[in-house]
T-cell receptor, first 114, second 112 residues
């Protein structure tokens, strides 16, 4: 399984500001995904981060609010823009293993918006 | 919208018993299925993957897949208090881009 490092692990932010979450993988991976997990809820897919092209967003998520970069096969960032308290959540980076397709998660970034 | 459904629980079992967790999925084209364990405040941890009909055993865990019934289950034998967690079922989706759809999770409590 891949080793996935996410930072920051947690942050407290003010309404209206933006925060960028970084995800670093110890090996090259094709498929990388960003999920959100709101308190007491399951995982909701925000977008698939595509290397060298624009991310593919799920219904309810837009690029202006959640811009994603994927400059290479080991790194991605997710920005949460113009934050509101409703954005308070855990944001998870995940990668799919080559061959098995098993999905592995980073430790998550817990974001609190005041 | 393709879905994965689980009973939210909590499912309470005594220590040493078998815990049975169930999951149904709506995308008949799904090919890969996964069970994750998530402790409170932690990220999901993969415990089992299953790709073909039948049973797959790994230690105390057995995953069962029935594609005709669109049903996946996870059995935990000799349940321990440390197994108390939320168990998430996931399936790959064939609609649009390749992605993983998660159920809402079942909270398991193993009583000492």
């Amino acid at each position: 399984s891949a080793v996935i490092s996410q930072k920051p692990s947690r942050d407290i932010c003010q309404r209206g500001t933006s925060l960028t979450i970084q995800c670093q993988v110890d090996s090259q991976v094709t498929m990388m995904f960003w999920y959100r997990q709101q308190p007491g809820q399951s995982l909701t897919l925000i977008a698939t981060a595509n290397q060298g092209s624009e991310a593919t967003y799920e219904s309810g998520f837009v690029i202006d609010k959640f811009p994603i970069s994927r400059p290479n096969l080991t790194f991605s960032t997710l920005t949460v823009s113009n934050m509101s308290p409703e954005d308070s959540s855990i944001y998870l980076c995940s990668v799919a293993g080559t061959g098995t397709g098993e999905l592995f998660f980073g430790e998550g970034s817990r974001l609190t918006v005041l | 919208q393709k879905e994965v459904e689980q009973n939210s629980g909590p499912l309470s079992v005594p220590e040493g018993a078998i815990a049975s967790l169930n999951c149904t999925y709506s995308d008949r084209g799904s090919q890969s299925f996964f069970w994750y364990r998530q402790y409170s405040g932690k990220s999901p941890e993969l415990i089992m993957s299953i790709y073909s009909n039948g049973d797959k055993e790994d230690g105390r865990f057995t995953a069962q897949l029935n594609k005709a019934s669109q049903y996946v289950s996870l059995l935990i034998r000799d349940s321990q208090p440390s197994d108390s967690a939320t168990y998430l079922c996931a399936a790959t989706s064939t609609s649009g881009t390749y992605k993983y759809i998660f159920g809402t999770g079942t909270r398991l409590k193993v009583l000492a």
